[in-house]
């Protein structure tokens, strides 16, 4: 497989990753407030003791932002462009649908601002980080629910990539050697102070493990053996683990990380050599494109609707409407966002060029 620096398998992994946190948070929605009982009534279900969608989902959005700027950074490499460029792109969009959240609150549910004066001001920093979402596991914040957990880490993690890059480009594999050690022991040892899905100190393994796969993935499936063997062995360890639920001896939060790497190499397996790009390959592109917005508005848009909703019994129909309505109003959100920041850089730009 020719070395590049954009791969369409990459953009399959974002969509599908994504896909398994919305149905999941969007299942959750309707158990929670007793509109569906998916367990009891439904043929799909999101979790057994086995697996967890979103838990998967989690790990391939990990693994694809390590992979991408592993990716973007064996080009042209500037540590303080880099803090500038992938802060901004993270922040001004997270800003923005705080406000809209704010505003959703401020005229659907007042009654829930009266909890922010008894936070202290102090917290105030770490919403403005976007962090507020991951420590509100340890104490009160200012948290919207925007972005809530997955950002804090990822803004984390973005902040220690220039080391994480030194290493891998020093020695990959005594890194992904020495990481790994050091995860095996964290999950086996159960000995975490916060939960292991949520922790970005077991979160980091992810995002290494997609740097380390992206540098050595595509030169392996050159060979047509390797590229069958690791198609077929992964397809059959996920219809294994996820389709017949064969019960795996390992932690849960293990299973679903091997779960997340089969599905990985499994989609790069099927990376066809550098033709020109579909129909297809362009709308998965577009959707791609809007994914962090869609990301950061999607459980605002579920939380708000299923809470007009509680109590009242759903047919399967109803839920199929209701799952696209959402969808819809999700991906409407996520492009005024893209269309406001596009507006605000213009604008940044302007007296630059004048």
Not at 165 to 180: D, L, S
Not at 321 to 330: C, Q, S, Y
Request: hydrophobic share 50%; charged share 15%.
């Amino acid at each position: 497989m020719e070395s590049k620096t954009k791969y369409l398998s990459m953009n399959h992994l974002r969509v599908l990753a994504f896909c398994f946190i919305i149905v999941y948070h969007f299942m959750v929605e309707l158990e929670q407030k007793g509109n569906y009982n998916f367990l009891e009534r439904g043929w799909v279900y999101y979790t057994n003791g086995n697996f967890h969608i979103a838990i998967i989902g989690v790990s391939l959005f990990f693994m694809i932002s390590g992979a991408g700027l592993m990716l973007s950074s064996t080009r042209k490499w500037d540590v303080k462009d880099f803090y500038k460029r992938r802060f901004t792109k993270l922040l001004i969009p997270f800003y923005i649908v705080e406000i809209f959240s704010l505003i959703a609150s401020f005229v659907l549910k007042p009654e829930w601002l009266g909890y922010f004066p008894s936070v202290s001001k102090s917290k105030l920093l770490l919403n403005l980080l976007g962090m507020d979402g991951y420590f509100e596991q340890f104490f009160p914040t200012f948290s919207l629910h925007v972005g809530e957990w997955f950002l804090g880490a990822l803004i984390m993690l973005y902040g220690v990539f220039p080391i994480f890059r030194f290493c891998m480009e020093k020695n990959r594999y005594v890194t992904i050697i020495v990481t790994t050690i050091y995860y095996i022991i964290m999950v086996f040892s159960d000995g975490l102070f916060a939960s292991p899905w949520t922790n970005v100190f077991i979160k980091a393994y992810d995002f290494l493990l997609g740097m380390f796969l992206i540098l050595e993935l595509p030169k392996l499936m050159d060979k047509k053996v390797f590229r069958l063997v690791a198609g077929i062995v992964s397809a059959i360890i996920i219809i294994l683990g996820i389709v017949l639920k064969i019960q795996l001896p390992t932690p849960m939060t293990f299973n679903n990380l091997v779960y997340a790497t089969m599905i990985f190499v499994c989609f790069f397996s099927l990376e066809k050599p550098q033709t020109k790009a579909t129909f297809y390959d362009g709308v998965i592109d577009r959707i791609c494109q809007i994914s962090y917005e869609v990301f950061l508005v999607h459980h605002i848009v579920i939380y708000y609707i299923g809470d007009n909703l509680e109590g009242q019994l759903l047919g399967l129909r109803q839920i199929g409407a209701l799952f696209i309505t959402e969808l819809f109003i999700m991906v409407a959100m996520a492009m005024l966002v893209k269309t406001i920041v596009a507006a605000l850089n213009i604008k940044i730009k302007k007296p630059q060029g004048g």
